[in-house]
């Protein structure tokens, strides 16, 4: 869809005289923009040309998941306050001030106006609306409950963010610590004790201690085989990266690979867990049908690994085996949630125990993390400090021992 481009000229609420440009659906969308701010519109012109033809063309994605999560948020109070769908739109419409997501909210207004149902509306930019939210879209138009599903549906993707974002922010420190204390030791062997010869070349017999010479050694080593140090970790970065992009046994292997790593292997499936406990809560609890609901979920997740687990329960569910056979063989799912996926079983409650699951992992994954940052980043500093004490012991250790040698 191409949005029209139009000049202005209007009167702002202190009576100065405002110039300028805007994109908009049409001439009336445009004057109920302006209107909105309080404008007296003296003129609107419509102009076109090579650079607003451009201007159309957008890459990727338009909205993050916090814009998404902003997005659902303003359209839930309006639906709840009483404001019709459409209406919803067009008003968020006119008020975005991104270019390119007002053009997406224009793109929905313009296909609700032409009948399509919002659900559907939404699965065609698949890359800004997931299908999670598609799907409880489509649950809650059937129901009635639009307005107060999409806020949930904000509400579960916010607690999703952060989760994410703290498991991230626990696992970014300890690599910054990693890679200051390896800064550290390279710059100081390369740079700073091959100066140290030079000073002893100058006192004939000098000796210097072992861990000296260690130094001088490893930044003489660097010096020389460097580049294909680097150039060799570079290829090999990049052909993990390759084949896990292509090759479907590889990523399926790395990711046990990962999920195999001490105290981080962890996270990522607790991560994973809560995603299938949240996504699970979210559609069963709507009255969707578990095979549904579990196909969903498939296309939520990331990890091979989790995806391969969802297709194992899908194919037991069609032989007629119980839905918590496959979590309960899983050895990277927590034994609470296989039993409580099948105590819900036995008891003809699954959605009520996803919920209650549901609560349960985004009550844990808080002290998880917690604890995470209280007990590896004090090590790791604990490891910084000690490599570069040794480092300054091995630059002392040389002036004391020439002292004695003079």
Do not use: W
């Not at 139009?6 to 702002?12: D, E, P, V």
């Not at 902003?70 to 459409?86: P, T, Y």
């Not at 609306?129 to 579960?156: H, T």
């Not at 000098?206 to 050694?217: H, V």
């Amino acid at each position: 869809m191409e949005l029209r481009n139009f000049k202005y000229l209007a009167m702002n609420a202190e009576g100065k005289m405002v110039r300028g440009r805007i994109e908009a659906l049409n001439r009336n969308v445009c004057i109920k923009y302006l209107q909105s701010k309080n404008y007296d519109i003296k003129n609107i012109i419509e102009y076109r040309n090579l650079f607003t033809q451009l201007n159309q063309i957008t890459f990727g994605k338009v909205m993050s998941t916090k814009q998404l999560i902003f997005f659902l948020k303003q359209l839930g109070s309006l639906l709840n306050a009483g404001v019709k769908l459409i209406s919803a739109l067009e008003l968020l419409s006119i008020q975005q001030e991104n270019r390119a997501q007002r053009k997406l909210y224009f793109e929905l207004f313009q296909q609700i106006n032409n009948g399509l149902s919002f659900s559907k509306a939404l699965s065609k930019r698949p890359k800004e609306f997931p299908n999670l939210l598609v799907q409880m879209v489509e649950v809650a138009e059937l129901s009635g409950d639009l307005g107060d599903m999409i806020l949930k549906m904000a509400e579960y993707y916010e607690r999703q963010t952060k989760i994410t974002n703290d498991i991230k922010s626990a696992l970014r420190m300890p690599l910054v610590y990693l890679v200051a204390a390896i800064l550290i030791s390279i710059g100081m062997t390369v740079f700073v004790f091959p100066k140290i010869i030079g000073l002893f070349a100058t006192f004939e017999g000098a000796e210097l201690p072992g861990i000296t010479r260690f130094f001088l050694n490893s930044g003489a080593f660097l010096s020389q085989h460097g580049i294909f140090m680097f150039s060799v970790l570079f290829m090999i970065i990049f052909t993990i990266f390759t084949l896990n992009k292509k090759v479907e046994r590889f990523r399926y292997a790395f990711s046990v690979f990962k999920l195999n790593i001490p105290i981080f292997g962890s996270l990522i499936q607790m991560n994973n867990q809560i995603l299938i406990a949240n996504s699970l809560s979210q559609m069963l609890s709507k009255g969707v049908n578990s095979v549904k609901a579990l196909q969903t979920v498939r296309g939520v997740l990331s990890n091979v690994v989790y995806k391969d687990l969802i297709t194992k329960t899908l194919a037991y569910i069609e032989d007629g085996k119980p839905f918590s056979k496959a979590f309960e063989e899983s050895k990277f799912i927590d034994p609470i949630m296989a039993r409580m996926i099948s105590t819900g079983e036995r008891t003809g409650n699954i959605p009520t125990l996803m919920e209650n699951l549901s609560n349960y992992y985004n009550g844990v994954s808080d002290l998880r993390v917690q604890q995470l940052k209280n007990s590896i980043q004090p090590v790791l500093l604990i490891i910084v400090y000690a490599l570069v004490a040794v480092m300054i012991l091995a630059i002392m250790m040389p002036m004391l021992s020439l002292g004695s040698q003079i």
